[in-house]
């Protein structure tokens, strides 16, 4: 049988639009359908961290432990809307069974194979695009604490963690000591990753993959999908205003809104929108040479941008859609200014969605029932660090080429049992 040629790709996020070149470059004939809002998903508004080391499942034990004392209301970054609480609540009950030690331990076996080289796949992709040398920087990152109890405490918890194949040390005095040009206090104590990494800016990388993307040929539609409906060759893709998209494949990679495509198909995705929320400076002083920074006391992560500085905090989970919450905003600002951060009075301020399945991996495979429909999303704070593995991943199963075994943990038929 002749191997389909036709491919579309429903989402325009870093996900979507890595897999588009992908498939562009390897000779499939690719369409991407995006939406057009930039700001509205988790690509545009992140912190732009390749994060290899983040091997630990979020289900476990130790985080239902520790979960009370992070909430909103006592000052911490976990919140839930109490409004959506149809979505969440569902949602909860699969990541309680989820945190079981079993399940847990395959969580973190799944997260090991995926985390396994995420700067390289990023390398390739940008080889692919043409792009920037600067674009991917691996430059490894800090984690910094402000009181000795907390360092000492951080510290501990650190060298009990997988990290996968990054590696961390104790920072020297003189690195901690770089900080007094940009905080009020310096760190008590902090450590040095190596073997992670940063982008230059998030919507420049999904800048640079788009603009390669139609230079190899690709075609983009900006449209909202209404439905997708298997046909005997193949899928229409039902745009909102009726036209209709001929696909003999299709990809969803709609994030925290790929649920709602599949739905209409029969498949229940315990899938929220668990947002983040970010403030972003052209007005600072944070030195190039100063890496992207996690307070981790204070649950705010700190990056400097070719645009910018950037500061994120916070977990809320909710319907992805919702309004923004701007005391969020308020609590970040007010974590800058008590760290001595220059900022704007007035930033930039951002609020998205990360797509996140109530295991904490991600959904990669095709349908069993529409074997012609396929799906990428629900890679929660991971999407940057994976989108480049994704795409080879996604390239590879359009090429028909064998998938290795442990592929099967992500099917998204995994939640039906």
């Not at 979960?67 to 839930?80: E, S, T, V, W, Y």
């Not at 001929?246 to 649920?259: C, F, L, N, Y």
């Amino acid at each position: 049988m002749r191997a389909p040629r036709r491919w579309a790709i429903v989402g325009g996020g870093l996900i979507g639009t890595a897999t588009a070149l992908r498939l562009q470059a390897a000779g499939l004939e690719t369409t991407l359908i995006d939406r057009g809002d930039a700001r509205r998903g988790a690509s545009f508004g992140n912190i732009g961290h390749i994060a290899a080391e983040q091997c630990e499942p979020m289900p476990s034990p130790a985080t239902l432990k520790s979960a009370f004392g992070r909430l909103f209301a006592f000052g911490g970054p976990l919140d839930f809307r109490a409004r959506d609480v149809a979505l969440w609540g569902p949602w909860a009950l699969r990541f309680l069974a989820a945190s079981r030690p079993v399940a847990a331990a395959h969580g973190a076996e799944v997260l090991a194979r995926l985390l396994d080289d995420p700067l390289g796949a990023w390398a390739r992709l940008a080889a692919l695009a043409e792009a920037p040398g600067d674009l991917i920087r691996p430059t490894g990152h800090a984690v910094v604490w402000s009181t000795p109890e907390a360092a000492r405490k951080g510290l501990e918890t650190w060298r009990g963690a997988r990290t996968g194949n990054a590696a961390f040390r104790p920072m020297e005095g003189e690195e901690l000591a770089a900080y007094d040009a940009v905080l009020n206090a310096r760190p008590a104590g902090g450590v040095r990753f190596t073997g992670t990494g940063q982008v230059s800016e998030p919507q420049r990388v999904r800048d640079a993959l788009s603009a390669a993307f139609t230079r190899q040929g690709g075609t983009v539609i900006q449209a909202d999908v209404r439905r997708l409906r298997p046909v005997a060759d193949g899928v229409d893709i039902i745009l909102e205003d009726g036209a209709v998209v001929d696909a003999e494949r299709v990809i969803v990679a709609a994030g925290a809104w790929s649920a709602e495509l599949l739905a209409p198909l029969g498949l229940t995705v315990p899938l929220i929108g668990e947002r983040g929320y970010s403030v972003q400076s052209a007005r600072h002083e944070w030195p190039e040479d100063l890496p992207l920074t996690v307070f981790e006391d204070r649950a705010l992560v700190v990056a400097r941008f070719s645009g910018g500085l950037r500061a994120s905090s916070h977990v809320e989970f909710g319907a992805p859609s919702a309004p923004p919450d701007p005391r969020k905003w308020r609590r970040i600002e007010a974590q800058l200014q008590a760290l001595g951060v220059v900022f704007a009075e007035t930033p930039d301020r951002w609020c998205g969605p990360r797509p996140t399945l109530a295991d904490y991996l991600p959904a990669i495979g095709r349908l069993q029932a529409h074997p012609a429909i396929h799906y990428a999303f629900g890679h929660q704070h991971l999407g940057l660090t994976l989108a480049a593995f994704t795409a080879e991943t996604m390239e590879g199963l359009a090429l028909g080429r064998p998938a290795p075994a442990w592929l099967d943990a992500l099917r998204i038929e995994r939640f039906a049992r």
